[in-house]
């Protein structure tokens, strides 16, 4: 019994901190953001006047709505996000340029043959080769049709929102499911993103289908509670696709089979004390780390005879473009010619190159030269202070441009006082507060916030939902 009450006691301690570094966290970034000029102001003006009219219209609606059932209520989400989504790419259709080029080229090569010719780039960031390989296959099928891309992201947004759904009728109750399903449909940077060639869309939908199967499961396995260690593993599950783009897909398996670890733990060291707890602990963590074992090598291998070389496992150019205080961390074109210049060497490799640039970013770090305070500062405004980077994307066939970005952004920091408001002890009561995790839980899923991508909203975003929940459940624990 005293060894129980002090794994409770430490479990508790352990999600508290988390709440209050995350509050703290997103406060930042909201202040942040909000100080970049007058129309994030008037984006976070926005924001409060959608809360209100959220509090006011869609949680008494999703209230009422309860009684058609979760079946029919899901049909009816299912619809009104298939005709906002088919109604966006059809009438936006932006034309192929930058990274989404290079997606739909490589994902033409791979259709085409075995090996593809110039494989260098896609040696040099793997992380290409996952999706360009997944469109090849419909490539295959249909033929490179201008739309097909913008209508996979629909199919997939369709599937990633019913996954949604599923899991909030699981961890919580239907109002919150057809909330969260709304918001998903809603959200205006992710629809926006439908219309280009991009990964997230995928390993979104992934990610959540997985999660849906280990809700399952353990449910029939006859756990008490909705699973919170899932949190922390869509946490750092959300980072697979920046993973991806440093250490190539083996590198998922390793950042998903920490998250399960590091919560158990740390945030449920109560739970390990029942046995059916410990033997189900044991079960997925012999499934991810088999998977890793034993996958990793196969495709790493697939990889090589696709781009014909080795790809490389170092995130040399990452860590050396995150470290450039004259860009704030972003792409800059300093930084992209010493790549090709250290790639066009004779006799250099993809992994040789990596390295180069890795000793270049040590040195940059040993210089002396960077204000780490203002480059974290940078960071933040660039990577977390808005969520409007679709709209530049998109800038050559949208038109009111400055209309989007202020709905995208207000849109972002509505999301972000539902998601910190949930995490504040006493601001509802327990049904209320879980209902506000659920409604937040999408965004941990929302594609428009990568940081590849310049909105670079999702690291912070995908605690949103984990932290929420985690009030939710303390409370019930009381």
């Known amino acids: 019994m005293g060894q129980n009450l002090r794994l409770n006691c430490t479990a508790h301690l352990m999600q508290r901190l988390l709440l209050t570094a995350f509050f703290i966290l997103a406060v930042s970034a909201l202040a942040v953001g909000i100080s970049q000029g007058e129309r994030y102001l008037q984006a976070f003006a926005l924001a409060l006047l959608g809360l209100f009219l959220y509090t006011a219209l869609c949680v008494p609606a999703a209230k009422r709505l309860e009684h058609l059932g979760p079946l029919r209520l899901w049909l009816l989400l299912t619809i009104l996000c298939v005709a906002i989504k088919v109604f966006w790419i059809w009438r936006v259709r932006v034309p192929l340029a930058g990274d989404y080029s290079v997606f739909w080229g490589y994902a033409n090569a791979l259709s085409e043959r075995t090996t593809v010719y110039g494989g260098r780039y896609m040696a040099l960031f793997p992380h290409i080769f996952g999706y360009a390989d997944f469109l090849s296959w419909f490539i295959r099928l249909s033929g490179p049709q201008p739309m097909l891309a913008p209508v996979l992201n629909v199919l997939l947004t369709v599937c990633s929102g019913s996954f949604l759904y599923h899991l909030c009728l699981r961890w919580f109750h239907s109002p919150a499911a057809t909330l969260v399903y709304l918001l998903w449909t809603l959200c205006p940077s992710q629809t926006i993103y439908n219309s280009l060639v991009l990964s997230e869309p995928l390993y979104t939908a992934l990610i959540l289908g997985v999660l849906s199967l280990l809700t399952e499961t353990e449910r029939f396995a006859a756990l008490k509670g909705y699973p919170l260690w899932i949190g922390g593993s869509l946490r750092h599950g959300g980072r697979r696709s920046s993973a991806m783009g440093q250490r190539g897909a083996p590198h998922c398996g390793h950042t998903a089979d920490r998250a399960p670890s ?113 480059l974290l500062k940078q960071k933040l405004r660039t990577f977390l202070g808005s969520d409007d980077a679709c709209v530049g994307y998109s800038a050559s066939v949208l038109r009111h441009t400055a209309f ?32 506000i995790a659920g409604t937040t839980l999408y965004l941990r899923a929302d594609p428009g916030t990568d940081a590849g991508r310049g909105g670079g909203a999702l690291p912070l975003l995908d605690d949103t939902h984990a932290f929420t929940a985690w009030t939710g459940d303390m409370e019930e624990d009381r």
Request: aromatic content about 12%; overall charge negative.
């Open 404 to 435: 989007f970005s202020l709905l995208c952004n207000g849109f972002y920091y509505a999301a972000f006082l539902l998601a910190t408001g949930g995490c504040c002890p006493g601001v509802a009561e327990q049904r209320e507060r879980i209902a």
């Open 262 to 374: 590091v919560d158990l733990s740390l945030l449920n060291l109560n739970r390990l004390a029942a046995r059916n707890w410990r033997r189900w602990w044991g079960l997925c963590m012999a499934g991810v780390l088999g998977a890793y074992v034993l996958l990793g090598p196969v495709w790493n291998a697939r990889l090589s005879v696709r781009i014909g070389e080795e790809p490389s496992h170092t995130p040399g150019y990452s860590l050396l473009v995150g470290l450039n205080p004259d860009s704030g961390g972003r792409w800059n074109q300093e930084d992209s010619d010493r790549l090709y210049g250290y790639s066009d060497q004779p006799g250099a490799t993809a992994q040789w190159t990596q390295e180069q640039l890795l000793a270049d970013a040590e040195a940059r770090i040993l210089s002396g030269e960077i204000d780490f305070s203002k």
